[in-house]
């Protein structure tokens, strides 16, 4: 099993900026991805961002490309997803999940999910 636990959410204005970390814990040898996805009330669940787990590899949706950024810090075994030039549009539960497999990460089939953490961009 693979545990991940999300921190760093909260209220900011737009144009701010705010640092989001998942941390991996478990058997996390298993996992080949991971990625964030968020999900604003009403709507459906949207892919962010993933990164390779071993290093390198990252990708964004063209709704955050250029704003957020996804890093990874391989001693601490965490995922931070840097979030900068943030709008109102971005408001949402954000969740990080690994995976696998890439294309099953891109079709948010994923094997492990955290619990979420929001984030709220005020106008």
């Known amino acids: 099993q693979v545990q991940l636990v999300e921190s760093g959410g909260g209220l900011v204005q737009a144009g701010g900026s705010l640092r989001l970390s998942c941390a991996a814990s478990?058997?996390?040898?298993?996992?080949?991805?991971l990625g964030w996805f968020r999900q604003a009330p009403g709507k459906e669940r949207e892919f962010v961002s993933h990164?390779?787990?071993?290093?390198?590899?990252?990708y964004y949706a063209s709704s955050v490309k250029g704003r957020f950024t996804i890093s990874r810090d391989n001693a601490k075994n965490t995922v931070y997803l840097q979030m900068n030039s943030l709008k109102p549009e971005d408001t949402a539960l954000y969740y990080c999940a690994a995976a696998g497999r890439l294309d099953l990460l891109l079709k948010g089939s994923c094997d492990y999910w955290g619990q979420g953490t929001q984030v709220t961009v005020s106008s």
């Open positions: 990164i390779r787990w071993s290093g390198g590899g990252t």
């Open positions: 478990g058997r996390t040898f298993s996992i080949n991805y």
